[in-house]
């Protein structure tokens, strides 16, 4: 009698590569990667079945240092690649790794259509608010007054914030984390990788070479309570070890900052968070920067048909009661004839 050993079940280190990882000491993207190692062994992932994309910079080495399959593409191209690769094999999980430079500068138009396509993919956004690997010029994420190799005055433009290009750009699934909050970042893309479409993760992260401390109020374990408000469907929108709270002025449609007594939420008129709702999503990005907390997790999640599900749908509709033959297709001459109604895609 011939048994087979039961396979066991793969650790966040069965997806570390064999590569040397070379990111800068204190770069966040080590805490980063290691939150998706243990996100994609905890999703029961096969690394057989994985693809990570990724386009140019410092998270653009990702490919390297995880156990499955990669693609180290071109500047902003990735979201492109991937949309080839989840159409080619749509059964392959397909995951995005770019930056606020990469992403949102030569990448912006790919990663606009990707969103309002979406495609059936996870995008983790590393917005350190610096372009890293070029030896810190200022990116399209970078604050008012920054001061670097390309704007040594200090820049005069206004940020652009990704959540807020997501949900823009029809994303379906935003959401925001922080490197150094494990447990938060952990269950934020476990969140992402069961979303079916796109998931848009921003994840701060710190540059210790040329942005050092930009995300300290919200990455220190003393300051953090106090400048961040991690949301969750369902849950009251509370901060400050639950001492304040936001709450939602129907009539100006914006969030204030309320004391909360004795624990007592609800007289405080504290807001309830739902992550369907678009307009309160909008609102969480935008809050203002003094005297608030800025809004971490889920904040938006409103799912529907993926792009790649209405593809093949679409395809099998088309290809119904035909018989492929692709020598007869190729020997049929030197032009192909087209015709026929196409049917509507079914979303």
Not at 225 to 249: C, I, N, S, T, Y
Not at 282 to 287: A, N, T
């Amino acid at each position: 009698m011939h048994t087979t050993a039961p396979t066991r079940p793969l650790t966040a280190a069965d997806f570390a590569s064999s590569q040397e990882v070379r990111w800068c000491p204190g770069c966040g993207d080590y805490s980063i990667i290691k939150a998706v190692q243990r996100a994609l062994a905890e999703t029961a992932a096969k690394p057989e079945n994985t693809v990570f994309v990724s386009g140019i910079g410092c998270s653009s080495r990702f490919p390297y240092y995880v156990e499955t399959y990669g693609y180290h593409t071109i500047h902003g191209r990735a979201p492109a690649v991937a949309t080839g690769i989840k159409l080619a094999n749509p059964d392959l999980d397909v995951w995005i790794v770019t930056g606020d430079g990469d992403g949102l500068s030569i990448g912006g138009n790919h990663m606009a259509h990707t969103l309002r396509r979406n495609l059936d993919c996870q995008i983790l956004l590393f917005n350190n608010e610096i372009y890293g690997l070029t030896k810190g010029q200022y990116s399209p994420t970078s604050r008012q007054g920054t001061r670097s190799p390309s704007t040594p005055f200090g820049s005069v433009e206004q940020p652009t914030k990704p959540s807020s290009f997501a949900l823009g750009a029809g994303g379906r699934f935003v959401a925001r984390a922080v490197d150094m909050a494990q447990k938060e970042l952990l269950a934020i893309l476990k969140r992402a990788h069961a979303n079916k479409g796109t998931s848009f993760v921003e994840i701060y992260q710190n540059c210790a070479v040329f942005n050092d401390g930009a995300f300290a109020e919200i990455e220190d374990k003393k300051t953090q309570p106090g400048a961040v408000a991690w949301v969750q469907h369902g849950e009251p929108m509370l901060f400050a070890k639950g001492a304040k709270g936001l709450r939602l002025d129907r009539e100006q449609l914006r969030f204030e900052v309320v004391e909360v007594a004795g624990g007592d939420w609800k007289a405080a008129g504290v807001y309830v968070h739902d992550e369907t709702n678009r307009t309160v999503a909008q609102l969480l990005i935008d809050l203002p920067e003094d005297g608030f907390p800025i809004a971490l997790g889920v904040l938006y999640c409103d799912p529907m048909a993926s792009f790649d599900a209405s593809v093949g749908r679409l395809h099998e509709k088309v290809s119904a009661g035909k018989v492929p033959d692709l020598q007869k297709l190729l020997r049929a001459g030197e032009t192909w004839t087209v015709g026929g109604d196409i049917p509507a895609a079914n979303n």
